[in-house]
């Protein structure tokens, strides 16, 4: 594809090279192919500007640039405002902007947007929706996995981002539920996407060390409902209200067990399964905890939102929901022990998965956790 193609809609300075065919996008010099635009980013520990070098000599048509330097003879240079953003635009151009033919389906918080994912996207399929999950536990079309790796843990870049929608776009999909990080939102990843859902679960501590307060972070997650067509936001959580604040006058459903919601869970009993009644519909879960009623009625709002009728969300439900790898995951043993893994990363997700065991016995609980180094380090003590 000729560059000034995949420059369609952004504001840029050629420098020259505009007319150079491009045959791949990339961002790490390493991976540079013959005929790519690398685009240099800037980020905490290195500055691509300084590896435009070493692009050429993999053989890269041009680079991507925010600020004018020597750059080798024989390459293209574009210039632009800031290269984050671009990337967004350039990567969606080059695979065809493939988001604009799914309906997209956003979920961001701190905790619980893996299986909030995971019950939209079941749900969606049970319901007779061609669906597509992306996130933590990686990407699968209809249920089945896919092998396109992405490098980051939740949110892929955009070049790895708008290639799976292509991919998923050729198989067929219609729905794509994907997890939607603070740092994505703040990377500028989901540039010139339009969600039709966006859902908030809940805001507690974490990735301090790249926010630097509570208040950046709620914002960067803010940022999916001012591109949301339709917002499910937790009522109970205090930070709703900067999420509708964001959504900007548009249609939204608020959820909750305590405080007056659309969708609020009510004659909660915690037996075999975790019931609760909903609109005057009983609705029965295997998957436990208080938590995971919150992530079912974000789940159910979603469904709702995208035009399903409760009747039939309500049978696709009570069908049962998978469990997701690694969240409150049994670990079979010949000792008769109740033993569960669990991805609890936060004061507040700790605090959940504890309350969630303490229902399933009289005796103790004894509790390992780890901590992920390199990360918020106000964390720690608080878990």
């Not at 997209?104 to 918080?109: M, Q």
């Amino acid at each position: 594809m000729k560059l000034d193609c995949l420059l369609k809609g952004i504001l840029h300075t050629a420098v020259r090279g505009h007319d150079a065919e491009i045959t791949q996008i990339a961002y790490d010099s390493r991976h540079v192919e013959p005929g790519a635009l690398f685009i240099c980013l800037r980020g905490e520990k290195f500055d691509g500007h300084k590896f435009a070098g070493q692009a050429a000599e993999a053989g890269a048509a041009a680079v991507l640039v925010e600020e004018s330097g020597e750059y080798p003879d024989g390459l293209g240079v574009i210039r632009v405002e800031n290269t984050r953003k671009a990337m967004a635009a350039v990567s969606a151009n080059f695979y065809g902007n493939p988001a604009d033919k799914l309906r997209l389906i956003g979920v961001t918080g701190t905790n619980g947007k893996t299986t909030t994912t995971y019950f939209i996207e079941e749900i969606l399929r049970k319901c007779g929706r061609k669906t597509g999950i992306i996130g933590t536990v990686g990407i699968a079309a209809n249920g089945a996995k896919m092998d396109i790796p992405f490098s980051t843990s939740t949110t892929p870049d955009p070049p790895e981002l708008h290639k799976i929608f292509a991919e998923m776009v050729s198989l067929g999909i219609t729905d794509v539920v994907m997890e939607v990080s603070s740092h994505s939102l703040a990377l500028f990843k989901m540039e010139g996407l339009c969600f039709d859902v966006g859902v908030f679960t809940n805001f507690t501590q974490d990735h301090l060390d790249f926010h630097g307060t509570m208040e950046e972070y709620k914002l960067a997650k803010a940022k999916l409902f001012a591109q949301s067509k339709f917002a499910v936001v937790n009522a109970d959580d205090e930070a709703s209200e900067t999420m509708l604040h964001a959504l900007a006058g548009k249609p939204f459903y608020t959820y909750g067990l305590d405080a007056d919601a659309d969708l609020k869970a009510i004659h909660i009993k915690y037996l075999e399964k975790t019931l609760f009644d909903l609109n005057e519909k009983r609705f029965e879960l295997t998957n436990k905890g208080r938590f995971n009623i919150y992530n079912s009625l974000a789940a159910i709002g979603a469904a709702k939102a995208l035009g399903l009728g409760i009747e039939e969300i309500k049978a696709a439900f009570n069908e049962g929901l998978s469990g997701v790898p690694g969240r409150i995951q049994s670990v079979p043993n010949a000792r008769g022990l109740n033993v569960f893994v669990d991805y609890a990363h936060s004061p507040d997700g700790l605090v959940n998965i504890i309350e969630a065991v303490r229902e399933l016995t009289a005796k103790r609980v004894i509790t390992i956790f780890g901590c992920g180094g390199d990360r918020d380090p106000d964390k720690r003590p608080k878990m």
